[in-house]
């Protein structure tokens, strides 16, 4: 009884303690809000920090169209642009486009996003080659864009993903 009673204690102490520990080893980055003129694209993406030094995204949006869309972290911290081409291109390095690519992928390439016809996506993806202080919060700042197309991971330097639908600016947190 008295084992078990320990067991118990202990399995639920460890329970309440993991929480605290993740926390404690996830440091929110930076944050964007998206939007899109069409469709009522909304949402938000952030930029986690981990005890490994590997980069979490985290997207939240809505309002997307249906289908199979590329998105990407872009170079200048701009949406004024009606095209969302004031972002500029997808954050380099000194890395080529693509996970097909001998060479990349890029910093900021992020794997395809299927939509489902309710026009939400929740996704995590870790980046491996992203330095948030060098290429986040740099000069100009960062995008998070969303394409109408899939990224197809070898045409250089984007990946034929289409036109830019939704944009969000990244904003160092704290």
Partial sequence: MAFTNRFLVAT???ALATPLWADGHIKEFAAANVSGPEQGITGQVHLDVTASGVVLVRIDLSGLPEGT???HLHETGDCSAA???SAGGHIAGEREH???TAGG???GDL???TVQANGILKAEVFLSFLDP???IA???GAAFIVHDGPDDYTSQPAGDAGSRIACGVFEKAG
């Fill in 12 to 14: 639920t102490c460890a």
């Fill in 69 to 71: 869309l590329g998105m």
């Fill in 83 to 85: 095209d969302f081409k």
């Fill in 98 to 100: 693509g996970i097909e």
């Fill in 105 to 107: 992928p890029h910093p």
């Fill in 111 to 113: 794997p395809n996003m």
């Fill in 133 to 135: 202080e060098a290429m």
């Fill in 138 to 140: 740099d000069g100009d």
